[in-house]
Structure formats: C-alpha cells, structure tokens
C-alpha cells in the first residue's frame, strides 16, 4: 500500500481540506493550532492554488504555453516572482492578527508598501488620511481641506466608549450616533463634496461599491481609523499596507508549515475523484478508489461545482515594466485605487505595483497588476478584449509595456452555509488589491466550521 494510501485509511480526520489557497491553509493551520486533525490535499504540484506566487518561466507557461520562454531582456529568471492574485496586507488589519495568533510571522519577512494612491479627474494623487495631509492634498479645494480637516480630526478622535468623543461641532455641538445614523446621514452633517466622499469611502474605507451608503455609519469610521491607525502599526510606514517578501505564496507555505508542525498532513500532487457524501453530510474523500474519511470536508469552489453559484467575473491584467506608475514618486510599491464614479463604472478598478524592493522582480523591473469586476458582455470576445473595454484607464497608466497577460475568471461563492451538509467553501478571490475582505471570508468559514468566532488579542509583529 502507498504511503498517501496508508494516510487515507489510518485514521479518520477532524477536517480534510482542498486546495492550498491562501484561504484554505489559513483555516488548516488554524484548525491544526487548535489540534484538530488535518488532512490537506491539492491536485497542484505548488502550494497556492489561485494565490500562488510563480517562478517567471511557471508563469509564462501557464499563460503561453508549455515550453514558452521569457524574453532575455525582462533579466533574471530566478528574480521573478509572479503574484497570480496580489493583494496587499493591511497592518492593523485582521490578517496581521492572525500572523500574530499563530506566530506564522515567525516563517516569513513583510515590508511597507511605498504609497497608497488614488485616480481622480485624470490624475493619480496621494490619499490623505490626516488633518496635515489634507491640507497639502491636491484633491480637494481650499474651502473643502478645511472641511476635511475637521471631517479627519474628528474620526481620528472617535472611541465607541467615550461618550465625549461623539460630539461634533466647533460652536454648536451635536451628538452624532454612529450606530443610529446612515454613512449619507454622517457625510451629510460633514458637508463633503462628492468627490471626497468618493476618495474616503473607496480609497480609504476600501468600500467596493457604493451600497454602504445605508449602513451605520460606525463601520465607516472604524475602517477609516484601521487605515489611519495601520500607517503606525511598524516604523517608517508611507502607506497602510504591508507586503510579504519573494511574494504572496510565501504566505499559503507558511501557514502550511505551521499546520505541519500541529501534526497536519500534506499531500500536492494528490487529486481525488470525488467528496464521499452520507445521507447528504460530506464525510471523507476518495481517490483510486480509496476512502478518506472526515468530520467535514473544506475546500475552493473548484472542488465544490456543484455546490457553488457564479455572480460574476473578475479581470486582471498582469504586466511587466521597466518604471514605475505614473505620478506615485517613484513608489517602488504601491496601490491605486480608481473609484467607479471617476470611470463612470458601477465597480472600482484596482492597480497594484511591486518590485525588486519585495524580491518579486529584478532591479530595474516592476510587476503592475490591474483588475476589476467584468461589467459588459464576454460572449465571442477574448480576455484582452474585455480587460482592454473595463481597464483602458488603468492600462494607459501602466504603459509602457515590456509584456503583458490578461487573466477572467468567475466570481463563485457557495450556495449554503456548509453547516448542514459539512461542505465549507471559500468564495473566489476578488477584483480588489487588498485582503480585507478575504479575511473576512476565512473568519466566517471559520465561525461556520467551528461554530465559534475567532478570538484573537490584537498585538503587533
């Protein structure tokens, strides 16, 4: 009997899960740390799946073929490496907490990003977040810098349980309650221009689209005060975002390790024939005709098609140039944010940039990404033609280029919960440059698996 046939048979698990996404070794390692048993298998020969980091000629045959070979003038091969899905990491965010809580921190190296931008009336100009910067900002008008002045203070000095923190006004005061009042309700009281609604809500509270409007204002502030709060959370920080060192597939092989050293098995190049179900509750896997029996089964929607709806598709452009983005000071890392009411669009486009300061790419060289959720037809066009219809901005700012590859794919989420049947699945991996609602989606998988939230003690690395 093989070896990973002895592991199917020997035991029965608390959880087998598919696929080493980002999202999937998260869970494994946080199971693993609570000491459940692990089993983790992927059809893939790379840790990652869709979050993997790539090698250059790895990329280039994925995307051109087999045998494909880079062109010389791009440098060093081994200098490359490709985030298939980059996203950067917010400092204060809960990602970061997770690194903490279970000391994956300990496997890997994160640097700052150099700056965080955002695209308006043609232009791409720095994202205030204080009182000084807005008073510098090219975004605003005089009258406007010292409404936001006053806008920026105020939040900066919110506390849900400091009742003197809730009133507003320099003469009048009034009580603003965040949990009673809309976000429109909030900024109305402000007085902000629509443009720098626009730069708050999407560039600083990273909001995806504009439906927020309705919600309480409360989470508005708190995640203005997260992307405030993030610039302090290391040294010497220009932006709120940090970024993991030889790329994004760092972390799945990190939090793998960690699962491995809590007793978790791993298996790559083990696909399974298909997820064994009794009285329609999933309890194990099957491959060559053995049975993996498990508690619940976790996986991408990749192996759950039946069990998983499309709500749309995300593009993304993927290029290599020899300069940096336009009007980012030369950032040699950065995020730039090109809010849907500035491109007539009902979706943000995202912009992303990294170099040989994270170890992704040669001196000299920088891999720019840009990706948005697909708003027009797909049928009889090719994935240029789409992401050059719903990036055209975006990839203006990007030229030129020294290559470039287009990547669509369908947005899928689960139809259920998974508590019923103990099938958990992770959704797709967004349009966005930044993790935050990925990690929202571990810590609900997580809550749905265990049937507990998770607990983490905010600390810092």
Not at 13 to 34: F, H, N, P, Q, R
Not at 368 to 387: Q, R, Y
């Amino acid at each position: 009997m093989d070896d990973w046939q002895s592991a199917f048979t020997e035991t029965e698990y608390d959880a087998i899960v598919l696929g080493t996404g980002m999202k999937e070794c998260l869970i494994s390692g946080l199971l693993a740390v609570e000491g459940k048993k692990v089993l983790h298998l992927d059809r893939n020969s790379y840790y990652g799946g869709e979050s993997a980091s790539l090698q250059l000629r790895q990329f280039y045959e994925k995307f051109r073929g087999e045998g494909t070979e880079p062109d010389a003038k791009l440098g060093a091969q081994r200098d490359y490496n490709v985030d298939l899905i980059p996203k950067f990491i917010m400092a204060g965010g809960n990602l970061v907490q997770m690194l903490v809580h279970t000391k994956v921190y300990q496997y890997m190296e994160f640097k700052s990003v150099s700056g965080a931008y955002v695209y308006r009336r043609g232009t791409i100009a720095q994202v205030p977040t204080t009182p000084g910067e807005a008073m510098s900002s090219s975004l605003m008008s005089a009258v406007e810098k010292v409404r936001a002045v006053q806008f920026f203070a105020w939040v900066a000095n919110y506390r849900e349980n400091d009742p003197s923190s809730h009133s507003a006004g320099l003469i009048f005061k009034k009580k603003l309650d965040l949990k009673k009042m809309t976000t429109a309700q909030f900024f109305k009281y402000w007085d902000l221009e629509a443009d720098t609604i626009e730069f708050v809500s999407h560039a600083c509270a990273l909001y995806v689209d504009d439906s927020f409007m309705n919600l309480p204002a409360f989470d508005l502030v708190r995640r203005v005060q997260l992307y405030k709060d993030s610039f302090s959370a290391f040294p010497d920080m220009k932006s709120p975002f940090i970024y993991p060192m030889y790329g994004l597939g760092e972390l799945p092989q990190a939090f793998a390790r960690l699962a491995a050293v809590y007793g978790g098995l791993y298996m790559l190049r083990r696909p399974i024939d298909k997820i064994v179900y009794e009285n329609g509750v999933a309890v194990g896997v099957e491959a060559e005709g053995v049975v993996c029996r498990a508690k619940c089964v976790i996986g991408d929607p990749s192996y759950f098609q039946d069990k998983v709806r499309k709500t749309g598709k995300v593009v993304r452009a993927i290029a290599i140039l020899d300069h940096p983005l336009p009007n980012t000071n030369n950032a040699d890392s950065c995020q730039v944010i090109l809010p849907q009411g500035q491109l007539k669009r009902k979706h943000d486009v995202y912009m992303f940039a990294c170099s040989n300061n994270h170890a992704v790419a040669p001196a000299g060289k920088f891999l720019a990404f840009a990706s948005t959720v697909v708003e027009g037809p797909t049928e009889g066009l090719d994935t240029k033609a789409v992401a050059q219809r719903e990036l055209g901005t975006a990839l203006k700012a990007m030229q030129p280029f020294l290559d470039v590859f287009y990547d669509m794919y369908d947005f899928e989420e689960p139809i259920a919960d998974g508590v019923a049947d103990q099938a958990f699945i992770s959704k797709s991996y967004d349009a966005t440059s930044h993790f935050e609602a990925e990690i929202n989606d571990v810590l609900d998988m997580y809550r749905r698996i265990t049937g507990k939230p998770l607990k983490i003690k905010k600390q810092l690395l």
